[in-house]
């Protein structure tokens, strides 16, 4: 990768750009591998990383999770897991161990048994939300086996998850009478907290552990404790206890997979790319002060306020706020680029840019070299 990215992403775009519709997502897959190989090596040869796979949402990047070796991740959705499972059966990869990070409820959880039980050579753990709610799942259990579940700890996020100390007063009482699961894991997400909060997530992982030793002293083993997304992996890597228990410690950072502008200190630390652009196209000049893109809100970061991504290339062309299909950007001075221009935005957030997509066009050094579908979008049915 010796040429500015952007000098690629032009290369690879110019034989197609005739027929490229614009807003379009694009992934650099050099990029992508750079930014895996320093998780990976962060993560101490990548066995203390359990990725989010709700960030890239394509077989194709998964892939590229495997390839460097990575064999454990987390999803959210059903789709999410219906991807993980077929994409471990179609590469014929083997150990890959994938939980549901997500309080289902219990007809959720036996949709995804159903598909969890096409695929039996994958490990799927499912997450409890409460002791109310791991008694509400057993129902719903095939009662042929016993599936691995992990505890949702409440560490100060108050998004899902139960204090530890209700998790401890009530272990006892639910693991003895709990049918179809197996507890196995502690999982608490900081989602909350920044790079430098680390005395704060100091005091959840603390939390975690002392957890994990009163589980074990009520005959509860904790295999895995799994903390963690891509704003403070440093902090739980870094802390002595969630490394030095009998239990195994991960994270799961997704966003840095393909990075956005938001991971300004992992970006710093790990030297990470950008790995997700949008091509857009100037639709409108005023010839003065301000040109419009066909990027608004529909087509990059949706959740975030002005400026919701950055022009490569252009640092004095400001985002400013979107309306559904149009962003304007300030020129700050500079000569208008022409009517239908295309530009690269890097998104602010990238996890919800991707998906707003239904495909990616994978770029490779100078090339177009595939299309990536994504597991986007909501359906109505549990099938
Ligand atoms: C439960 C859980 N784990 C991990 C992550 C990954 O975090 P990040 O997107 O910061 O990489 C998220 C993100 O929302 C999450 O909700």
């Known amino acids: ?52 796979v709700k960030t890239i949402k394509q077989a194709a990047l998964l892939e590229r999770l495997f390839a ?18 077929e994409t471990a059966s179609s590469t014929g990869t083997r150990g890959v161990d994938v939980l549901v990070a997500y309080p289902l409820h219990p007809g959720a959880l036996e949709a995804a048994i159903r598909l969890a039980q096409v695929h039996p050579s994958v490990r799927v753990s499912f997450l409890a939300d409460s002791p109310e709610h ?28 139960t204090f530890a100390a209700r998790w401890a007063a009530q272990i006892r009482d639910l693991a003895a009478h709990l049918k179809g699961f197996e507890i196995v894991g502690l999982h608490g997400y900081e989602g909350h907290l920044g790079w430098d909060q680390r005395a704060e997530a100091a005091a959840g992982y603390d939390a975690l552990c002392e957890l994990a030793r009163r589980l074990g002293d009520a005959g509860v083993t904790i ?14 890597l870094d802390h002595a206890g969630l490394a030095g228990g009998p239990w195994h410690h991960t994270v799961s950072p997704g966003t840095l997979v393909l990075s956005d502008r938001r991971c300004g200190p992992a970006i710093a630390e790990l030297g990470l790319l950008q790995a997700a652009l949008v091509a857009t196209r100037v639709i409108s000049r005023d010839g003065v002060r301000r040109i419009t893109v066909d990027a608004g809100s ?3 970061a949706p959740d975030c306020p002005a400026p919701t991504c950055e022009v490569v290339g252009w640092p004095e062309l400001f985002p400013q706020t979107p ?31 991707v998906n707003l997509y239904r495909v990616a066009l994978l770029v490779r050094d100078h090339a177009v070299v595939g299309e990536s579908p994504i597991a986007s979008g909501h359906h109505p049915w549990l099938t």
């Open 134 to 161: 791991a008694r509400a799942l057993q129902g719903a259990s095939d009662g042929e086996r016993r599936w691995p579940l992990f505890l949702d700890v409440d560490t100060g996020m108050h998004r899902t998850g």
């Open 223 to 236: 295999a895995e404790i799994c903390t963690s997304g891509s704003h403070t992996y440093a902090a739980a």
């Open 323 to 353: 309306s559904e299909e149009h962003l304007p950007l300030d020129l700050g001075g500079l000569a208008p680029p022409a009517l239908g221009r295309l530009l690269w935005l890097v998104p602010q957030h990238v996890c919800t840019t």
């Open 1 to 52: 990768m010796h040429a500015p990215q952007h000098t690629r992403l032009d290369a690879a775009v110019a034989p197609l750009v005739e027929r490229l519709a614009t807003p379009a997502l694009f992934i650099d897959l050099d990029a992508v591998d750079h930014n895996i190989a320093a998780i990976v090596g962060r993560c101490g040869g990548g066995q203390r990383w359990r990725p989010h």
């Open 298 to 300: 529909k087509a990059i």
């Open 68 to 85: 460097a070796g990575v064999r454990a991740c987390k999803c959210a959705t059903l789709d999410e897991l219906r991807m993980v499972l």
